[in-house]
């Protein structure tokens, strides 16, 4: 139920700041033997989560249609790599991302493959995921949105994939298949140069397939079920954007889901500052609330800060 409510609300997100910020460092020869490349590549990603935290915050969407790229584009992107001697194993990772806009109507379908085998040569990861999020707009301040995901497991009733620390139980409540769709209507109550302020609601159902395990009091012995699911999930989400000057602006985002499995509410207030084509920083302060859990809210401060000369 949590992914739904982070998938509830969002539209693609996109912006970014200087580059200058996050300029990579060149490593010299020597680094990769005496461990250098390891801490330099721990660095960048470091830099590269700050970047998205920034990027995360810009809205695209919030001054609705005609402000974002028409037409047909995309990105592919693949990873591999591959281990032999003291530890033999390989991993592959591919994503794309395909967009249409065109004047009121703008959609996008991504897609995420990864699979990977542990150091035996078994399987240990085969996963798959699709989502899709389109926006319609019927005038400047109504629109529909759609959204939907999809994700399967491959090894979540396999109890050969098990590792070598996992037993059969790990594999019960493991989700096959997980599957979404939601949509409703959006409205924008301010729209201005330095205020945005839109409003969503709508239905989701979401489908699971999950793996059951049952145990026979008598024989000690596991079999494998498969338990499907399909709830309906109501959805409120809110986006608010103000931007004071040219270098910081207030960002306010808040997702509620309610559902028979129960109520999940996020709530991320930031504010983020680009002083200087070199100095970016973000403090934010998310609240999340899950009803049907002992401790029910979680507060987290963050605080992204990079300076580059």
Do not use: C
């Amino acid at each position: 139920m949590k992914k739904i409510a982070y998938l509830a609300g969002v539209t693609a997100l996109a912006g970014s700041f200087a580059g200058a910020a996050f300029a990579q460092t060149e490593i010299a020869a020597g680094a990769n033997a005496t461990g250098i490349t390891a801490v330099n590549e721990r660095m960048t990603d470091v830099e590269d989560a700050v970047r998205d935290d920034f990027n995360r915050s810009e809205d695209a969407y919030r001054f609705g249609p005609g402000t974002n790229r028409d037409g047909l584009f995309g990105s592919v992107a693949l990873t591999y790599s591959g281990s032999t001697g003291n530890q033999e194993n390989q991993d592959f990772a591919l994503s794309g991302r395909l967009s249409y806009n065109q004047g009121r109507f703008a959609q996008t379908v991504g897609l995420l493959l990864e699979y990977g085998e542990d150091s035996n040569g078994d399987t240990d990861t085969e996963k798959t995921y699709v989502i899709y999020d389109a926006q319609y707009y019927i005038n400047d301040q109504f629109y529909a949105f759609a959204l939907g995901r999809l994700s399967t497991d491959g090894l979540a009733d396999d109890i050969d994939a098990l590792a070598d620390d996992e037993t059969i139980a790990d594999l019960d409540g493991r989700l096959q298949r997980d599957a979404y769709l939601g949509f409703g209507p959006g409205y924008r109550v301010i729209n201005n140069e330095t205020t945005a302020w839109r409003v969503q609601a709508g239905v989701g159902i979401r489908y699971t397939k999950a793996t059951e395990v049952n145990i026979d009091p008598v024989s000690a012995v596991a079999t494998l079920d498969d338990n499907s699911n399909t709830e309906v999930g109501y959805i409120v989400s809110s986006r608010f954007f103000h931007r004071f000057n040219d270098n910081i602006f207030l960002t306010n985002d808040t997702d509620y889901l309610t559902s028979d499995a129960n109520d999940v509410i996020t709530n991320e207030l930031g504010l983020n500052f680009k002083m200087t084509e070199a100095f970016a920083t973000r403090i934010s302060y998310t609240t999340e609330y899950i009803s049907d859990r002992s401790i029910r809210t979680d507060n987290t401060l963050g605080v992204s800060l990079v300076y580059g000369f």
